[in-house]
């Protein structure tokens, strides 16, 4: 155990609703002393998967012991097919057959799949149990984890069940990010790039110099890049906790990027990370069609995106039997659709983000389409 860890906390204000994310070094080895002062009653239930249990879980178990905290596992298999209704169900199962009361906290150990999906079923059981975050992943540390977004995908689109539902706390320990696969890591710095990208022109031009640190495991760098990442979340969130107005714009590249994962059928094919990505230049190329942005911004974007090792197109992808048409019917069944509108996610440049539902039809489809003809 390391007694000198570092770390920092922000805090999300959110009223009663409130609650600290912490992030540093050595975070899991203290994870008993940061939660228990948080929990109604010294048990909890962890819910991991099979992949981040084997190396995680006993260490988690342990600090919570030495706090005087019980606790019990459930494990899920890995990947984003567990966030489904079949899955749900098992996990509210395995839940009550645990014997949870209301006093019980759920604790997610785990990638954005395992947070969702446990937030998901904290927020239903028993009408609400409290839940903490514990994300392994960049995408879930910088992202997922944060904001009191749960839930799981259908047949039909991603995330269009769930609830917003606030953790008690949120634990980001970054030394886990040592034993992420590195198509992970890339995944998850798709993210990061988003926030320089929405609003923090400076914070971009940090990562344009950076960017190859954070995905090489440079923990200064990692550090900066998650806490920068996560303090621009928390601002927007506090400011719009259920998404009613600037809080959309955290989801560009996602409009594009979901039905790219639904058209995919939500597995390893394309990781969500490397949809925003490819989705991300679609929002660039579409801003640029329309004459809102600068065709150079649009490149500098999708250069950095590149340089990093990210898909920024369809190339990777076996795209036999895709059409514009298809990938546009998936996106009007994109959460954001209003009175029968898609909102979309554009830009003015690097840094200007904003939010429209007047982008026309044919243009979107010719974006697409561009996109399927150079894959």
């Known amino acids: 155990m390391n007694e000198q860890t570092r770390h920092e906390t922000l805090r999300v204000g959110l009223g009663d609703r409130s609650y600290d994310i912490v992030a540093g070094e050595g975070i899991l080895d203290r994870a008993g002393d940061l939660i228990a002062p948080l929990l109604p009653q010294p048990r909890a239930i962890v819910v991991t998967d099979d992949i981040v249990g084997p190396l995680y879980l006993d260490r988690l178990s342990a600090a919570l012991e030495r706090s005087g905290i019980a606790s019990d596992a459930v494990t899920l298999p890995s990947g984003e097919a567990t966030k489904d209704f079949s899955h749900l169900e098992k996990l509210i199962d395995d839940l009550l057959a645990a014997r949870i009361e ?125 806490l920068t990442s996560c303090a621009t979340k928390a601002t927007i969130v506090a400011e719009d906790e259920r998404e009613n107005g600037r809080r959309a714009l955290l989801n560009l590249g996602h409009t594009f990027g979901h039905a790219l994962e639904a058209q995919t059928g939500f597995g390893d094919t394309l990781l969500h990370g490397e949809a925003v990505a490819i989705g991300m230049v679609m929002a660039f190329n579409l801003s640029v069609r329309l004459g809102l942005c600068p065709e150079k911004d649009a490149q500098r974007a999708k250069a950095h995106l590149e340089a990093i090792g990210l898909p920024v197109g369809l190339d990777r992808l076996d795209t036999a039997g895709w059409t514009a048409d298809a990938l546009y019917g998936h996106m009007t069944l994109d959460k954001k659709v209003a009175d029968g509108r898609i909102t979309f996610v554009l830009t003015k440049g690097v840094g200007k983000s904003f939010m429209t539902q007047d982008a026309p039809r044919d243009t979107v489809l010719a974006v697409l389409g561009e996109a399927l003809k150079q894959a």
Not at 123 to 137: E, K, M
Not at 193 to 221: H, M, Q, T
Request: net charge positive; aromatic share 8%.
């Open 102 to 226: 209301r006093g019980t906290t759920v604790i997610a150990l785990g990638g954005g799949v395992i947070g969702d999906i446990t937030g998901f079923a904290a927020s239903i059981v028993l009408r609400g149990i409290p839940f903490v975050q514990i994300p392994t992943t960049l995408l879930s540390q910088v992202d997922s984890s944060v904001g009191g977004k749960t839930g799981v995908n259908t047949a039909r689109g991603k995330n269009l069940v769930g609830t917003f539902y606030q953790p008690r706390m949120v634990l980001a320990d970054m030394a886990t990010l040592d034993t992420l696969p590195r198509r992970q890591v890339l995944a998850g710095y798709a993210e990061v790039a988003k926030y320089g990208l929405i609003s923090d022109p400076a914070f971009f031009a940090w990562l344009e110099k950076n960017g190859a640190a954070v995905c090489n495991g440079n923990r200064e760098a990692q550090s900066h890049a998650v």
